[in-house]
Antibody, heavy 117, light 111 residues
Framework: VQLVQSGAEVKKPGDSLKISCKAS????????IGWVRHMPGTGLDWVVI????????RYSPSFQGRVTISADKSITTAYLQWSSLQASDTAIYYC???????????WGQGTPVTVSS | DFVMTQSPLSLPVTPGEPASISCRSS???????????LDWYLQRPGQSPQLLIY???NRASGVPDRFSGSGSGTDFTLKISRVEAEDVGIYYC?????????FGQGTKLEI
């Protein structure tokens, strides 16, 4: 099992961005994929999760309307995108997978996102 | 939302000694199926989080047996029987009973 994330990004406020998480080694549609934010010097925050099989999606209220999750089953890849970044989006974003919603057993290496003017 | 509260937030330990971290949920994590939907994760410096314990007391694959989880309902504990240098990092509890999932603030274990 592997989750390989796209590389570091440096953007300006107002820019759009789409980061990716390429999954391999397991049945992609049948596991939840989630995104977790880790801001500098703070703890972990769940952003959103998706079940690729039927695209069932659950956003944390703090992120609803700010980000969009998607999953492409044909290329076993999940995405997290922003239409208008803010400086407060600066963080490392991790993807992870789970069979049930508990026990997130494999994690990507993280994608650092820096938003600065 | 479920609020997860960990203590202590900082835990200095001596190698070979035991360590214990507490996690309290604002609501019960006990599901009708009898499982407690509480996970523990370790984030070592510069690394991604890794799963240690799931459903309150089940060790994840490859996790040393010096790690154990216990508790039910709203109160949970992660214990390390004998701390080793590689255990340094931040430990998080996480409720997985209901979305949005929520993490505790994290406990920094230092040697």
């Amino acid at each position: 099992v592997q989750l390989v994330q796209s590389g570091a990004e440096v953007k300006k406020p107002g820019d759009s961005l789409k980061i990716s998480c390429k999954a391999s080694g397991y049945s992609f549609p049948r596991y939840w994929i989630g995104w977790v934010r880790h801001m500098p010097g703070t703890g972990l925050d769940w952003v959103v999760i998706i079940y690729p099989h039927d695209s069932d999606t659950r956003y944390s209220p703090s992120f609803q309307g700010r980000v969009t999750i998607s999953a492409d089953k044909s290329i076993t890849t999940a995405y997290l995108q922003w239409s208008s970044l803010q400086a407060s989006d600066t963080a490392i974003y991790y993807c992870a997978r789970s069979y049930t919603g508990s026990a997130w057993d494999f994690w990507g290496q993280g994608t650092p996102v820096t938003v600065s003017s | 939302d479920f609020v997860m509260t960990q203590s202590p937030l900082s835990l200095p330990v001596t190698p070979g000694e035991p360590a214990s971290i507490s996690c309290r949920s604002s609501q019960s994590l006990l599901h009708s199926d009898g499982n407690n939907f509480l996970d523990w994760y370790l984030q070592r410096p510069g690394q991604s989080p890794q799963l240690l314990i799931y459903l309150g007391s089940n060790r994840a694959s490859g996790v040393p047996d010096r790690f154990s989880g216990s508790g039910s309902g709203t109160d949970f504990t992660l214990k390390i029987s004998r701390v080793e240098a590689e255990d340094v990092g931040i430990y998080y509890c996480m409720q997985a009973l209901q979305t949005p999932y929520t993490f505790g603030q994290g406990t920094k274990l230092e040697i």
